[in-house]
């Protein structure tokens, strides 16, 4: 039985990761993980909610996430070890099943945002080999893509810091191409809308500032990511000194990219047929340079990197199935490793099926769009975790062993960041039922299996099976 399950005894003393990661590596990291999904396949969701003034969505979201990334700062310049909200929790509450909860919606908020990507990788290759993409055709191909996903999961191949540079380069490309074909179109007289930008379009049934909310909360999808950053700070050279200027500046860049991509798209295309298409900054780009052939190598550019978003959630998503089931809380059949490959191919498999159900569940569900329902339950997840962070922020204020030499942030911050986060949660904030509903029975499959799990250890006459140490969560085999 292992020291993590029995809590006997001293574990083997392991090794410490190699800081390999500088300033500037660690700024495209924080880029590169921000500048995905969300703005290339959500911006059309967006501005369905509110109209043209999409760009007032995402600058919310970026101060959301700015005043909790000011919680996640001290926290990690305070406890530089990897594992994130999970580690915060348990330190902050000790309570076993708030750390595990914890640690599973952030593994669900990885498969629902590797989903996410799989319906926009479809829809941009059908775009892209000029073919009318069918409701069957996009979730089968989305179906194919996470299966291919899994297999290179299996094969246990690891993300490099240079390949996330290269991904990091070719999302940015596409992004800057859009700006500059709004930049031509706007100095060029194309046709161009410019009271689009400050005009809200609201449903009858909304008010402006409930249309506002929820278009923030699914907004938001865009900007996370920068919490993945904090599981790197054991490879980060000097990360209470680094730590701070980088992620703000990472989260800064992000912000003015999102607004500048949005106002580009409102300004060029009508918000109806924004709000129609997967593909919008395809859209974009074809009204404001429409003798250029751009068109017809953005859609295979956004496939390039929304690839790097899912491979890289569903990484993370099976490791931390993978470590909950080494420790006891999840069936220990999920830990599973393959004898050649070094794989946890059981937890591949559980995290691929639950990506499957989703696809299927979304393909089918005639009454919202695909690409919002999981993407806004990506952000709901992961607002929840935010509001927990940033409670854990205060409570570990008590903390004086870590006491001095990190950053602090100010104490209205994160009260702020919990009140906020907890509002963008709640129904009050307009967000759809079909979030709720996906969320829940993701969250309720996790909760019975953590309970059936007690049970079976306890009919084991396993004792003190518990999460031990967070840090060994996402630690799956080489």
Known sequence: MSEAVTGQGAPDKQPELKRVMGPGLLLLFIVGDILGTGVYALVGDVAGEVGGAAWLPFLIAFGVATITAFSYLELVTKYPQAAG??????????????????????????????????????????????????KVGVAVLALLFMAALAAINYRGVGESVKLNVVLTIVEITGLVVVILVGMWAFTGGGDVDFSRIVAFETA???????????????????????????????????????????????????????????????????????????????EVVRAGAPGLPIDTILPFITMFAVSNTALINMLMASRLIYGMARQRVLPSVLGTVHPTRRSPWVAILFTTVIAFGLIIYVSTAASSNAISVLGGTTSLLLLAVFAVVNVAVLVLRRDVRQAGGHFKTPTALPVIGFLTSLYLVTPLSGRPSQQYLVAGVLVAV??????????????????????????????GPN
Do not use: W
């Open 446 to 475: 996790g909760v019975v299996l953590f309970f059936v799990t007690q049970k079976i250890n306890k009919q084991l006459g396993i004792r003190d099976a518990r999460i031990t140490d967070p840090t060994h969560l996402g630690s």
């Open 85 to 134: 909200a999970a580690l915060y929790a348990h330190k902050a509450f000790g309570i076993q099943f708030i750390t595990f909860l914890v640690a599973f919606v952030v593994m669900c908020s990885g498969i629902t945002s590797a989903s996410t990507a799989s319906r926009a990788f479809a829809a941009n290759f059908f775009e892209g080999v000029g073919t009318e993409a069918s």
């Open 204 to 282: 009858e049934d909304k008010s402006t500032f409930l249309a506002i909310s929820a278009a923030t909360s699914l907004a938001f999808f865009a900007m996370v990511g920068f919490e993945d950053s904090v599981n790197m700070a054991e490879e980060t050279k000097d990360p209470v000194k680094t730590f701070p200027k980088i992620l703000l500046t990472g989260l800064s860049i992000a912000g003015v990219v999102y607004v500048l991509i949005s106002i580009v798209a409102v300004a060029l295309v009508p918000i109806g047929k924004l709000e129609e298409s997967d593909t919008p900054l395809v």
